[in-house]
Nanobody
Framework: QVQLVESGGGLVQAGGSLRLSCVASGHTFSNYAMGWFRQAPGKEREFVAVINWSGTMPQYADSVKGRFTISRENAKNTVNLQMNSLKPEDSAVYYC?????????????????WGQGTQVTVSS
């Protein structure tokens, strides 16, 4: 059974930074792409970033490009999301997800396993 556990969320002022982490267990983590998504109240879950198995091909949503950085540490079964220059519109529950398919998808329906989410709130 795969388990994904996010951490690092919290309350931060606009312009500040947070670093989210997601630790995976129960699967061969290093074989698969990992993604970050977010969902604000009343909105659909949206793509934030994805990284391939080796960490060499990160991709980002246009809304976070240049501010967020996704990375992974396969030896620690961990994927990270460094978030800088945060804006109030970045406020949401952030989820990490694992894709056992071809990888690098930006659509949540292609991901097989999800964490429980961590709340990020950016105050203006």
């Amino acid at each position: 059974q795969v388990q994904l556990v996010e951490s690092g969320g919290g309350l931060v002022q606009a312009g500040g930074s947070l670093r989210l982490s997601c630790v995976a267990s129960g699967h061969t983590f290093s074989n698969y792409a990992m993604g970050w998504f977010r969902q604000a109240p009343g909105k659909e879950r949206e793509f934030v970033a994805v990284i391939n198995w080796s960490g060499t091909m990160p991709q980002y949503a246009d809304s976070v490009k240049g501010r967020f950085t996704i990375s992974r540490e396969n030896a620690k079964n961990t994927v990270n999301l460094q978030m800088n220059s945060l804006k109030p519109e970045d406020s949401a529950v952030y989820y990490c997800a694992l894709d056992t398919g071809s990888g690098l998808s930006k659509r949540p329906q292609y991901y097989d396993y999800w964490g429980q989410g961590t709340q990020v709130t950016v105050s203006s």
